[in-house]
């Protein structure tokens, strides 16, 4: 790999996983979208499977009253697991979009920095070295735009900032 100066960073906060947050967002809801349609797939089948073999229980004790019938659907054990469900889906939607976030920043976060590397280059800057965190992807990408860099700088001489101003 390419040697990178040695930089201290803080740590990482939650709130510096929101690099491109309409992007991260729109990436997380898709996620979600998927995951919900998987959710009530799976439901449809596990209330079809329960209708099913609770219309072959009613039959089997011959139960005709339409109160009686309910109640048994709609009972504590059933309505306990509905919210246990529920809540198991709320701490769901949480980790998938901290994952999402957590993710995405990590592409994320080197793009802006190799879009801003490449304004600099396009300026002239050609001192401008591009220090991504370590852990980040596109590590070797970073490399090799510092040494295209540092070839530039080579070639053109003294960048763009220090250059003296002609008369």
Do not use: C, W
Request: hydrophobic share 40%.
């Amino acid at each position: 790999m390419f040697s990178q100066k040695k930089h201290k960073y803080q740590r990482r906060t939650f709130r510096s996983l929101f690099i491109e947050p309409f992007k991260q967002i729109k990436f997380g809801l898709s996620f979600l979208g998927l995951s919900s349609l998987f959710l009530l797939i799976m439901a449809y089948m596990i209330v079809s499977a329960f209708m099913a073999q609770y219309q072959q229980l009613m039959e089997l004790y011959d139960v005709t009253d339409e109160g009686a019938k309910y109640t048994l659907i709609t009972n504590d054990v059933f309505m306990g697991n509905i919210i246990y469900l529920s809540l198991a889906y709320f701490f769901y939607i949480v980790v998938l979009f901290y994952t999402v976030f957590k993710i995405t920043h990590r592409f994320y976060g080197p793009t802006v920095a190799i879009n801003r590397f490449t304004k600099q280059m396009e300026e002239g800057n050609y001192a401008f070295r591009l220090n991504l965190r370590k852990g980040d992807e596109l590590q070797n990408v970073a490399g090799y735009l510092n040494q295209m860099a540092e070839t530039l700088q080579k070639r053109h001489g003294v960048p763009k900032q220090e250059q003296p101003e002609k008369t």
